[in-house]
């Protein structure tokens, strides 16, 4: 069956340490994998977007990396801050072209603690 | 540019009434999809529409429909409704011409049904 999974429980990590949040997936082929911060109460926020020919992408403290082989995504903040506390959703596009379903992990709960 | 809206942003019904959501899109963007989600299934993808056509559809039942005016604005109907359907009602646009194309989520709609 597909899949696309997240660590269900919660990462609790200090200040200024790197988070690293995995994304896995099974029985998809994306060619775009996504990356959204949720706070609670409210819509999601894009962060990245990571195609199947770019093993790596990076935006200010952010970092994603995506394996295909591995069918896995790590997506890194550097030097966290008590700000980057949320809930962290991968995504994925099942389907070709322009079309298809945008499919969401369930998500990873960060705490960043000062 | 202003973001995502949608209206209502909370909503009390009853079992076996109906009830339409609002989504107006960012200025531009042509893409509008809905997403349901719940503590327990996470975000779940509704449908998309594009250009007034709805272009991929979820696995929900006929219940939950949508439909997108040529200003790209959308509306989506949920009828006969069910305690299940209690959720945040989330739409989002895009600028680009599909699902590959970073998501821009509005605020939500909380529906609760008693």
């Known amino acids: 069956s597909q899949k696309i999974e997240q660590n269900s429980e919660a990462l609790n990590i200090q200040e200024g340490k790197t988070a690293t949040l995995t994304c896995n997936y099974t029985n998809y082929s994306p060619a775009y994998l996504q990356w959204y911060r949720q706070d609670p109460g409210r819509g999601p926020v894009f962060l990245l977007l990571i195609r199947e020919n770019e093993k790596e992408k990076r935006k200010e403290r952010l970092k994603v990396t995506f394996d295909t082989t591995l069918k896995q995504s790590l997506f890194h903040i550097t030097a966290s801050q008590p700000a980057d506390s949320a809930t962290y959703l991968c995504?994925?596009?099942?389907?070709?072209?322009?079309?298809?379903?945008?499919?969401f992990g369930q998500g990873t709960t960060l705490q960043v603690k000062p | 540019k202003a973001g995502v809206t949608q209206t209502p942003r909370y909503l009390i019904k009853t079992r076996g009434q109906q009830v339409t959501l609002s989504c107006s899109p960012i200025s531009g963007h042509r893409s509008v999809s809905w997403y349901q989600q719940t503590p327990g299934q996470g975000l779940q993808f509704l449908f998309e529409?594009?250009?007034?056509?709805?272009?991929n559809k979820g696995n929900f039942p006929g219940r939950f429909s949508g439909r997108q005016f040529s200003n790209s604005r959308s509306e989506m109907n949920v009828s006969t409704l069910e305690l299940g359907d209690s959720a945040l009602y989330l739409c989002?646009?895009?600028?680009?011409?599909?699902?590959?194309?970073?998501?821009?989520f509005g605020p939500g709609t909380r529906l609760t049904v008693t």
């Open positions: 529409y594009f250009s007034e056509t709805q272009r």
């Open positions: 989002a646009s895009s600028g680009g011409t599909g699902l590959t194309y970073e998501q821009y």
């Open positions: 995504a994925l596009v099942d389907g070709s072209g322009n079309t298809g379903k945008l499919i």
